[in-house]
């Protein structure tokens, strides 16, 4: 059985920054795609990044683009999203998710919510004054 959790969430101010972390147990395949998505307060859950477990291609949405990195340990069934320069716009929910089908085109198309077949329960990131 596939589960998925993310951690390290928490409150900070405008500017500074946070490392998320998704680890994961019971993936039946070796390839995949790992997703980054976030919910603000009465939004829509949108995808912000991904993350190919074969060659590390990446896709950022422009919103985190030049401020997010995604990276990954397979070894350990790991990645991170590390969050630096943080706005207020930043805030919501953070889930990662798991593509075990479409991960060759992760870098192309991003993270597409309909690809995605396992999910975490999110972690919450607040960026306020």
């Known amino acids: 059985e596939v589960q998925l959790v993310e951690s390290g969430g928490g409150s900070v101010q405008p500017g500074e920054s946070l490392t998320l972390t998704c680890t994961w147990s019971g993936f039946v395949f070796d390839e995949y795609a790992i997703g980054w998505f976030r919910q603000a307060p009465g939004k829509e859950r949108e995808g912000i990044s991904c993350?190919?477990?074969?060659?590390?291609?990446?896709y950022y949405t422009v919103s985190v683009g030049g401020r997010f990195t995604v990276s990954r340990d397979n070894a350990k069934n790991t990645v991170y999203l590390q969050m630096n320069s943080l706005k207020p716009e930043d805030t919501g929910i953070y889930y990662c998710a798991v593509d075990t089908l479409n991960y060759n085109f992760c870098s192309s198309y991003g993270p597409i919510r309909g690809w995605y077949d396992y999910w975490g329960q999110g972690t919450q990131v607040t960026v306020s004054s």
């Open positions: 993350i190919s477990s074969s060659d590390g291609s990446t």
